[in-house]
């Protein structure tokens, strides 16, 4: 056994006969890359200890899913044996598939998306089944193998079981990132009792599909626990202010480069140049792996000294975290202040998109964009959406219409609006 110690599940093991491929792939060049990728990006700048990567968070993936597993093929039930059986006969497909889940996030989580236009996932599907050390291992074990990982990350393999507990209401990768998370920022919003919600799963049958779910008896706590950690998780500390301003500057950051780099007055690093003339081929696949978290700040490091004063600001802003502060704007009615904005704009000679940044955060708390994104069958996307309680006689309900608490909170955005400037300009604009 290869014995690993994590700070939210104690031990990870891998076989080191049955799980060769799992420690092959660890090993690969790709996914030691995650090592050098914050799971929460720049949350860091508000909470300290999230300095946790997409390396561990991977391992804590694949251990629940092994926990999963585990519970869900132990289950005696005769009516649900056909659904045991499948999980057995691709269990490790379904390892692999939560081990290299996140293999394409890019540096500081999501905020190179904007940039390039390119989600994650993509770059995830490109890294499996283009000419890397991850693909090799993988056709290695089998023929076609990447093809069959790939399908189960974007939810197009055949087996639903299988997409299901990598990515739904109730998957792997929502368990692990909420405990670790929580446990990391430590905000304790996102802790649920793990082992309460595996004791309690459950497998039956809904509109003649086998599903995973809670006991109806003993699981509805745990159930509503878990929805409300992902909700309180995103109010306090995913859509936290000072987080959302980092981000949003390292957009104004990358944004400003990429206007000098078209006006010849500054050379953009040939990684991210490549990426964003020609975006996802099987060659920018390369430049992609070359950027991480370290590359990103040598960038900003060098940029803070350019003589553009607008880059050199906001890079200086970054490094010395001096970040841009959030305007009361029921203070003011919103037009007004851009007008004013506006007028300071012209004033100091600073474009007002450099002065003035709007942030909307919205998210469903119970619903997951990714999830909505690659489904293809309304019928199949109402059924992610939701946490089944089964009774003992098999009959199911979702857990919105039993729950007074979810009920409030089904199909009900997290929406924050908020508007950033620099602090000293904030006085000006609302005198």
Known sequence: MKTIRDPVHNIIQFDKREERLLLDLIDTLEFQRLRHIRQLGLTSFTFPGAEHTRFTHSL????????????????????????????????????TAALLHDIGHGPFSHVLEKITKIRHEKWTIGILLNNTEIHQALESYRTGFAQEVA??????????????????????????????DSKMTGAGYGYFDLEWLIHVLRVGEVNGEFEVGLDKDKGLSIAEDFVMARYYMYVNVYYHKTSRSAELLIDRIFTRAIELNKEGELELPNDLYEILVNGLTPKTIKNYLALTDNTVWFYIYQWKDHKD?????????????????????NEMNEMVLFEKVLDLSKRKGIPYQYIYLKDEAIISSYEDDYILHNEKSIDKKVATEQIILFDKKGNHEELSNISDTIRQIRNKKIFIPRIFMPEEYIEMVLK
């Open 60 to 95: 804590g993936v694949t251990h629940v899913m092994k926990r999963l597993l585990d519970k869900l093929t132990s289950l005696k039930e005769e009516h649900i044996q056909p659904f045991v059986e499948e999980l057995k006969e691709h269990r490790l497909l379904a390892l």
């Open 151 to 180: 399908d189960v990350i974007q939810r197009t393999h055949s087996s639903r079981a299988l997409v299901k507990l990598l990515s739904s209401q109730l998957d792997a990768d929502r368990i692990d990132y909420l405990l670790r």
């Open 309 to 329: 004063p607008i880059l050199s600001d906001l890079c200086s802003r970054f490094v010395h975290r001096r970040l841009y502060k959030t305007v009361p704007i």
